[in-house]
């Protein structure tokens, strides 16, 4: 590509359409094409916006990595200027040859190209997530999982707007794309997004699967471990009663009464052993009858 301004700006092989990797160049051209609104406060958009402004067609479109610039068009019938991390190659625009001539051609074929870019790049985006998703089922981590949900959630609000931004191009009061003229690719296109905007639809539905079955499983393993508790604690409940019928009759000779005829019978002893070994015998029956040990 020939380059037109700064060492940055490069033009494609196609008159009328200037791609610009620099956003100052960028600025620049589109001052001089009459757009007097500042554009600059689109970088800072975290979201796909499109527009017509001052007679212009205006369109950005974020890349899902941050570290990447958003890629913004600003069409009308004389110009195409584009803002782009990375140039295309110029075979991309061979297949739009038939009609670059025609009123719109050149602002058609170029954000049908971004447009296709974003969409390939949306897919990879997605297919890494997936594979995070797929690492999720296998060994769930909740700041993982928050990490994920939050990139899912984005990913589909940006493939949500771009697919708008999509429709309202169809309309025929825009007049900066005529989307006539590559119809077919065009609905193959939009197939391509709704896709797209289905399977991020699923993949976020099933996150959410997955926390909820880890919900589950933790409250799971939370009852278990109270039924746990409270086994233990029925047991030493029982155990406790049990030691505690000796005691009570053991306890009896412990007090200072003057009347305690018993002392004074030679059996008397071996029989309060006696009546304490079958009161713990039957409180043992008991209690294992019921199950509470």
Not at 102 to 127: M, N, Q
Not at 135 to 164: A, N, P, T, V
Request: glycine share 4%.
């Amino acid at each position: 590509m020939a380059e037109a301004g700064g060492s940055d700006q490069k033009k494609s092989p196609f008159e009328g359409i200037e791609i610009h990797q620099d956003f100052k160049s960028f600025s620049k051209a589109v001052r001089d094409a009459g757009l007097v609104h500042d554009i600059s406060s689109l970088l800072k958009l975290n979201a796909n916006f499109m527009e017509v402004v001052d007679d212009r067609l205006v369109i950005s479109i974020r890349n899902f990595d941050k570290k990447r610039s958003s890629n913004m068009l600003v069409l009308n019938a004389e110009r195409a200027i584009v803002y782009t991390d990375e140039p295309f190659p110029e075979g991309d625009m061979k297949p739009f040859e038939k009609f670059l001539q025609k009123p719109h051609g050149k602002s058609t074929a170029i954000t049908f190209l971004v447009l296709r870019r974003t969409i390939s790049r949306y897919l990879l985006t997605l297919d890494s997530l997936v594979h995070m998703l797929e690492g999720m089922e296998k060994s769930f981590d909740s700041q993982r999982y928050r990490s994920l949900s939050l990139k899912l959630g984005r990913l589909y609000d940006l493939i949500e707007q771009l697919q708008d931004i999509m429709i309202r191009l169809e309309q025929s009061h825009l007049k900066d794309m005529e989307t006539a003229y590559i119809s077919f690719d065009y609905d193959v296109l939009k197939a391509e997004g709704s896709y797209l905007l289905d399977r991020c639809k699923n993949r976020f539905g099933m996150l959410k699967d997955i926390a909820r079955e880890r919900e589950v499983q933790v409250t799971r393993e939370l009852n278990q471990r109270i039924e746990r508790l409270n086994d233990v604690v029925r047991k030493l409940t029982a155990l406790t009663v049990i030691i505690m019928l000796p005691n009570l009759v053991a306890s009896h000779y412990g007090m200072n009464f003057a009347n305690m005829p018993e002392l004074r019978i030679s059996w008397a002893y071996p029989a309060v052993i006696v009546v304490e070994i079958l009161l713990v015998v039957l409180a043992v029956f008991v209690f294992r009858k019921f199950g509470w040990i």
